[in-house]
């Protein structure tokens, strides 16, 4: 019965670690960064150069990605602020859909996921969790709390994207 007692009373620490593990990886999702992607759309190999702003939630972070490659593709540059989102090239405003553009950045404001699993590696951790629609899977090297590869699955579609720090 000692041995219950205490397994109950210690119950809400482990959990409130485990928790506490993942708000500390997950703390890029409200830091101001400036990243390297490199992701695929609609079959097409991309990079990018990102900008997020300091903030939660996607709808309230202001972000800007300038596509580097391809070629054919590079100088367009999809912001958001204020909500309000506007691709360019140069200095000409491109009347376009925004939204295949804005999916990796997405990634760094994952809002109302469960973390499913915390698993060890020797190289680092990797974290799933999972919304009411998608699966994440998040990785990161050992020390590290800016992942280099997040990826997004519904179990028809699926996303990758490979951060480097510029």
Do not use: N
């Amino acid at each position: 019965m000692k041995k219950l007692l205490c397994l109950l009373c210690l119950l809400p620490l482990l959990v409130a670690c485990r928790h506490g593990e993942a708000g500390e990886l997950l703390r890029y999702q409200r830091q101001e960064l400036t990243l390297s992607l490199s992701f695929t759309l609609g079959g097409v190999a991309c990079e990018a150069e990102v900008w997020l702003a300091a903030g939660e939630g996607f709808a309230a972070r202001d972000m800007r990605l300038t596509l580097t490659a391809p070629d054919t593709l590079a100088g367009i540059t999809v912001s958001k602020t204020g909500g309000a989102c506007v691709s360019t090239c140069g200095s000409v405003r491109l009347a376009s859909e925004h939204s295949a553009f804005l999916a990796p950045l997405e990634l760094f404001c994952i809002e109302d996921a469960t973390l499913l699993k915390a698993a060890a590696e020797p190289s680092g951790k990797i974290l799933t969790l999972q919304d009411a629609r998608y699966t994440y899977r998040i990785s990161f090297y050992q020390g590290q709390t800016l992942p280099y590869e997040i990826s997004r699955t519904d179990g028809q579609d699926s996303l990758l994207v490979r951060v480097q720090e510029p």
